[in-house]
């Protein structure tokens, strides 16, 4: 038994080894993956490819059971070129009217 579970243990890391050039070769051809939808919770991968900027950065989206109708995103730079500077900004909606309000540095506040 416990050698069956040592075999799917490194199975399974050997798979996820095998699938990071997948990844990044999707990657470098999309510049950019996301998985869940633009508006509410998702996560995007993303390259950045400027001139004194090189890296990868990765979108965090959640919305926000505390604040109703607002998304609280976390934005997180891995550079090889250049200094990051990593963001966590409030981005709400007008409940009544369904107009998006200006987003707020830092995380969402319950109203």
């Keep these: 038994m416990t050698r069956r579970l040592a075999y799917i243990v490194v199975i399974f890391f050997w798979l ?5 050039p997948f990844f990044m070769f999707s990657l ?23 001139r004194d900027a090189e890296g990868i950065g990765l979108e965090i989206a959640r919305a926000q ?3 109703p109708g607002c998304t609280q995103t976390s934005v997180r730079y891995f550079m090889w070129k250049g200094e990051p500077e990593n963001v966590v900004f409030c981005s709400c909606v007008d409940m009544e009217t369904g107009d998006t309000l200006p987003a707020s540095p830092g995380a969402c506040r319950s109203n």
């Excluded at 996820?16 to 990071?20: A, Q």
């Excluded at 509410?40 to 490819?49: G, T, Y």
């Design 16 to 20: 996820l080894l095998m699938s990071i």
């Design 28 to 50: 470098a051809a999309r510049q950019q993956l996301q998985v869940g939808p633009a508006e509410d919770n998702h996560i995007r991968v993303f390259l950045i490819q400027e």
């Design 65 to 67: 059971a505390n604040a």
